[in-house]
DNA sequence: GATGATTACGGACGCCGTAAGCATA
DNA sequence: TATGCTTACGGCGTCCGTAATCATC
């Protein structure tokens, strides 16, 4: 088994098809076959089931060993490669409900003590937020989930990203104005457990807050007042952290109750981060409220 | 970079030297001298200091992520090779401070349920528990450790294993009798910074208890009633499970006071374990005092 | 019948071994 | 001077691409 098996797995699998994952990969349709035939022949396993493509019970374990293999590899390349580095560009990527106050206040820190540095903000989803640290496009993500109070977001395997919590913020339930729990003082999640939410992917708890929830709306967006909109607008609630509600016409934010669980902000780098995105860290962390 | 290429650079920062790295792998030393020099032009970093060989920052760094990276494959390989098997035999390591009624007792729940199995124990260190475990060698390792109380032991990657906890047990420190601290009730670790340990690599907490302790003898071995031997005879203090002590001639046993520390017992297997594993974990985890 | 995986085969590249070269203790 | 890493070079194996075959929708 070498990496190159592993990659081709996780294209397989991503792809559905071995010619997708071929393209992906650059190889022939021919060579992904061979390559795939091989490993399944070494591990004494099938891994794919073949027309339609779809990984075995095998091939899905070692996907999911084959991802975590190659993020860290990805992670050790891009340490060295910014090892002993003065970085000139420093990258910053920030989710949409990330806190994003901090940033500009970490960035005028850090503008006072390197002003040469130059400083790229970019939007990010929290989804992909690891794999671009891993990969070095990104040097500082802000990346926002939900959890229970001081857990932190399991973003990955523990200690291969250095990450710090910023910010927990409370949560509410966004309803639309004369929704009939908009009076409550509090909202427990199982109350809605049948009623309708805009299901956002892009979103952190957006997703699907109740396991099962029924959504008419899927909003594949990661834009706030369009999704407060669709929510003033009646095709369903959202869960969302306080501040992102705040002011919001046509919207009423209630408390969660229980289970009670928080809006988070992280932040995440390479371990051993230096210059620039160390400073960053520091800065992001002194105006956090998480000591 | 592929696996062959860690592998190698693990070997080496293990050998300490390309011939012995090139022995452990198989190759020639021209070969190992090959890879390097290949891993370190396509990294850009030097990773190893030559005459002697010694990893440079970069290779610490990298055989850091190389032994997590390889563990995981190995994991991976074992969990396909266990993957719908019914297996004959179970094999069971057990450290020599883990509670060893536990196995008993438990194996006795398991001869009821599948007398056929046929089992295997054997005695295993700590630190090879896990490297075991994940070659497939042992099928299940109770494993103890130091931490603080309702902590896991950071044995591996968070889930990257099974692992439960089974019991906790006070920490006294093991003195000869006459000691002058040993009519204490309790005793606090840096009250005997400056004491003489008798240093055991071999048992968990006995390594260095504090840090940049003293120790006049360092036994390399994992035999209790020959390290107890040793405290008795005035060599040096032992920190230990509150049971290892208990009835040994010329030890006077006191109760661990700050910081405050406990010894914990963790049973450890692949993830997905089935048939014999999974019903001997589940047999342990029963009669553990931890819920 | 078309899309897409498998198989056959050939070529090229990479990797390792042998052996000579070279630096350091 | 000896140990041990580096370099040169050659052969073998592996891996991928082309192309034909086969299976499934």
């Keep these: 088994m070498e990496l190159r098996d592993l990659r081709a ?23 992904v ?20 493509v779809r990984p075995t019970p095998a091939g899905e374990r070692l996907a999911e060993h ?6 860290r590899v990805d992670v050790a390349r891009s340490e060295l490669a910014h090892l002993a ?26 503008r006072v003590e390197q002003p ?9 989803d929290a989804s992909s937020a690891v794999a671009e640290v891993a990969a070095g496009t990104l040097d500082v993500a802000l990346v926002d989930g939900i959890t229970a109070p001081d857990n932190p977001l399991a973003l990955a395997d523990a200690g291969l990203l250095a990450s710090s919590a910023l910010v927990e913020a409370p949560l509410v339930v966004a309803l639309p104005v004369g929704h009939p729990l908009a009076r409550r003082t509090s909202i427990d999640l199982d109350v809605l457990a049948d009623a309708p939410w805009v299901i956002t992917p892009g979103l952190p ?5 109740v396991p099962g929830a ?23 609630s959202a869960l969302l952290p306080t501040s992102a509600c705040a002011g919001a016409p046509g919207i009423v934010a209630v408390p969660l109750g229980r289970p009670t669980l928080v809006h988070r ?17 520091g800065a992001l962390r002194a105006r956090g409220s998480i000591t």
Tied chains: 1, 2.
């Design 214 to 236: 029924t959504g008419s709306v899927v909003y594949d967006g990661n834009d706030l007042p369009t999704l407060l909109g669709l929510v003033a607008g009646g095709h369903g």
């Design 265 to 281: 902000t992280e932040v995440l780098a390479l371990r051993g981060a230096t210059g620039a995105t160390r400073r960053m860290i």
């Design 205 to 209: 708890g957006s997703g699907a807050p």
């Design 116 to 124: 040469t540095v130059r400083v790229t903000i970019r939007s990010i």
């Design 9 to 31: 797995v996780l294209a397989v699998v991503r792809a559905g098809s071995f010619t997708g994952a071929a393209a992906e990969l650059g190889y022939t349709q021919s060579a």
């Design 85 to 110: 580095q003065a970085p000139v560009e420093l990258r910053v990527g920030v989710c949409p409900l990330a806190v994003p106050g901090l940033v500009a206040a970490a960035l005028r820190e850090l």
């Design 66 to 71: 084959a991802a975590r293999i190659l993020l």
């Design 33 to 52: 076959s061979q390559q795939i035939a091989t490993l399944e022949a070494e591990l004494g396993h099938r891994l794919f089931d073949r027309r339609p």
